[in-house]
Each structure stands twice: as structure tokens, then as C-alpha cells.
């Protein structure tokens, strides 16, 4: 009796025979080891029976399913009676109409999510026969899997699913793009923007909108290719300092384009959010106060103010600043509203447009109201006479009303020989008659004494004029 040699093969890592007491004994099937696959890319398992029974002989992956084997596919799997299994999960973005179409020899079936969408389960020898069928596919991802085995003859299996792009089938929109993200190059002024590959299968082509921020109008920058994910984006006037909004919009080959993607906005330069200021009474200096950015490109600040140049008011620079704070020089209480203005600047040399007029919706402007310090520089003329009651004193200014600086009248009155004043009027004027006046009854005993009587201006912050000059009347003395 001869001792038989031991036989072993080394198919995916298992032994497939061994001895066992001077006979051959099939050894037990080791686990395939688990293999990962590259995204849309089938996970293969080939088993030696056709009922996918045990563990598979070999695990591997594989692009496309087309094969065609005369004999064994794999070492370890038998010529005859084995089966292959392809499996793989796919995201289809937003679904839509798809053709899956099979062929092959012998059986094969083909699984979405579980459910049978095609079935040839019968020998056929070496002759292939095929399948094809329309079918929808929801948006999302999805598990496609295709059975083949292979009983006598050659093994031939052949599968693939695309998406049906005629616009008389599809009108499933594409899913908006992601993943924008946006880049500005604060030397060259230029916007990179870049995104996400979409899921879709049908896709054809991609656009990039954007708008100015308070606008609604989008304008196409460009349309690129499936493959080519971002665009520089070189704006008509490179001193444009603009914040804009960047959308991208997907395109699929039937013409159904997707909604945008989340707007993602661009400042070429960081913004002075809000702008604030007080007047010291006592130095006459106002102070500006305003967020400080933190934003990497930032550089400095430069403050400008308002003011009357040659006749006309222009925005004169007062310094630079690295912080967020600026005390100007004393400024005259005049009672009017001084106008204030930060810019930003950044690493690249860009500076905030600094249009010529104002803005009062800039939230880098600054409209600060400076109280009035200055009297009203006239006194007005005072008149007396007899009134039923007592003297009747009138306050009059001809100063023409558009340039009037003040906003009603005082008359004072004493007892002549008397240190004391007292007040009897204070009152604003009507301001429709072309002359301002007020006047007052001021009632007073009959008893032949002399009062005296001065008259001024006065403004809405408190600012007095010069007196007019003090006048003097005597009151008949009473019956005796």
C-alpha cells in the first residue's frame, strides 16, 4: 500500500485539503478575510456551491461587472457549480429613472435594496441571454446586488445600470452641490471658490452664480465641467470691495438644473459693524469707539471726518490705528452734526470704498450731533407802553428766519433803583410772520413807580444773547 501524498492549496489564505490518517480529507473552509472596497466600487465573493452557502473561497473587488470564464474563475472554485456574488452601496444623490440591464449564462439576478428587479435563474449552456428594465430609483443611497451562478459550459455575466437622461423621462432635479467653501486673495483681489463632487450619475455640468449682498439679482460667472470643481473668479473692477454672495447650481444631461447651494458670502475686506461717539463738554473732543475685527487679513483702521475744505465738504483723514478706539481734537460747540467715518484696510493694500457723500445706512458712519456752545449773537429791540393792567413790554428781531439762531424770547424786569430782576416772558415766537416778536401785559400796581425792562434771545441748549438795551416806564399813580 502505498502512502498517498498530502495535497494542499493555498486559495485566499485557506488550506483546502489536508491528511488525516493516510487519507485525503477536505479541511474545513477558513473565513474569507474582510475586505473594503473604494466608494462605488463591488465587493466580489465566490463560493464552490451555487446555493451561497458557507463561506465564500475569495474576496476581492471589482470596477465593472463583465466577465467571461472558460474554466475555473478563481483557484479554490470549481469549473462547474459555483456562484459569484457582487454587492455595493451607492449614494444616487437625488435619484431618478435608470435602465438596469443583465446578461449572462446560466443564472443571475439583480437586488435593489433587497428586492429582485431582474431574474434569469436557467441553464443555458454557453449561449447568454439578456434582461433590461426600466425602473426608479429614490433619492439617496441604495444597495445593488447581482447573483450569478454558473452550473455547466462557460461562465458569461454582464451587468450595468445607467441613468436614463432623456428630458422625456427625467425630470428629476439634481441635488444642490455642498461643501462650498471661498477663498479671497487679498493681493490679487481674487475669489476661489471650490466645492463638493455631486452624487448624481447624470450630471453634465456645473454653474457658479453670484450677487452683491442687498442685491437679489444673481449673475453666471461660469459654467465648468463635471470634473472641474472651482473657479477663480477675477471681478470687472479689481477695486471692487463689494461683499458678494457665491451660489453653485448642478446640471444634469436632460436639462434639469438643481437649486442653489447654500449662499456663502465673500468680504473682501473685514467691516466695521457699528460706529459710536460721544462729545466731552469739558475738552470739547469727541470719541469714537467700534468693534475690533480679528479677521487674519486685517491691518489698520483709518478715521476720517467731515469737513468744509474750499467751500465744500470733503473727508479729510485724521490717522491710522491699529485699535478700535480715536479721540479727535477739541471741536467747536456749534450745534451741528459732525460726521465721522472708519475704514479698514487689509494685508493686501485694499481699503473700504470711501464714496464722496454720506451714508446714513454705512454702519462704518457715524452722525454724532455736537451741542450748541454758541449764544445767539444779536440782541433784540425792546419796546414799551401803557396796558390795561400795568406796561406792556414787545420783543422784536428782524434777523430774516432761515438764519435765525434762536428760539424764543426772555423779558426781564426791576424796580428801578433795585438790584433784583425778575422774569415776565419767556416763550417761543410764531414763526410764520416775516418779523420774530413776543410781547407781555405785565401787570403792576397803579403806585407811580419805575420799572426797567431788558430783553434777550435764547436757543434749545440754554445759550443766552447779549440784552437788549435796558428801557424804563413809569405806572400812573393810583386816585387819592
Partial sequence: MHQKRSVAALTGGALSAVVLGGLLAAAPQAVAADVTCSTNVYKRTFYKNTAF??????????????????????????????????????????GGPFTFTASATDGVRVYLDGVRKIDLWKSTGDTARSKGVNLTVPSGKHTLRVDHVNWTGAAKVKFTYTPRTSATYDRTKPLAPTGVKTAYNTKTRKTTVSWSANKEMDLA???????????????????????????TDPLVNPDDRTPYYYEVRAKD?????????????????????????????????????????????????????????????????????????WTTGPVTADGETRHYRVLVTNDGG???????????????????????????????????????????????????APIRDFTG??????????????????????????????????????????????????????????YSETRALTVPGGVG
Fill in 205 to 231: 455640468s456645473y454653474s457658479l452664480y453670484r450677487r452683491p449682498v442687498g442685491s437679489s439679482t444673481w449673475t453666471k460667472v461660469t459654467t465648468t465641467t463635471t470634473t472641474a470643481r472651482s473657479h
Fill in 53 to 94: 452557502s458557507g463561506s465564500p473561497v475569495r474576496t476581492d473587488c471589482d470596477s465593472a461587472i463583465s466577465e467571461s470564464w472558460s474554466g475555473s474563475p478563481v483557484a479554490g472554485v470549481p469549473s462547474n457549480n459555483f456562484g459569484v456574488r457582487w454587492s455595493v452601496t451607492r449614494d444616487f444623490g437625488s
Fill in 350 to 400: 485694499t481699503t473700504t470704498y470711501n464714496r464722496s457723500g454720506l451714508d446714513p445706512l454705512a454702519t462704518n458712519e457715524l452722525w454724532l450731533d455736537i451741542p450748541d456752545g454758541i449764544a445767539p449773537a444779536y440782541a433784540p429791540d425792546l419796546s414799551l407802553r401803557s396796558c390795561a393792567s400795568g406796561i406792556q413790554a414787545t420783543a422784536t428781531d428782524y434777523t430774516p
Fill in 253 to 325: 444631461k436632460a436639462g434639469n438644473t438643481s437649486s442653489g447651494s447654500a449662499d456663502t458670502i465673500v468680504r473682501p475686506l473685514p467691516v466695521v459693524t457699528s460706529l459710536t461717539g460721544t462729545y466731552d463738554k469739558a475738552t470739547g473732543k469727541v470719541a469714537l469707539k467700534w468693534p475690533l475685527n480679528t479677521e487674519p487679513h486685517f491691518d489698520h483702521y483709518t478715521v476720517l471726518s467731515n469737513d468744509m475744505v474750499n467751500g465744500s465738504y470733503k473727508w479729510v483723514p485724521l490717522g491710522t490705528t491699529k485699535g478700535n478706539t
Fill in 409 to 466: 424770547f426772555e423779558i426781564e424786569r426791576r424796580e428801578a433803583g433795585t438790584d433784583t430782576w425778575s422774569v415776565a416772558l419767556h416763550k417761543t415766537y410764531d414763526p410764520r410772520p416775516t418779523t420774530a416778536t413776543a410781547t407781555v401785559c405785565d401787570p403792576l400796581p397803579a403806585d407811580g413807580r419805575t420799572y426797567e425792562y431788558r430783553a434777550r434771545t435764547y436757543d434749545t441748549d440754554g445759550n443766552y444773547s447779549p
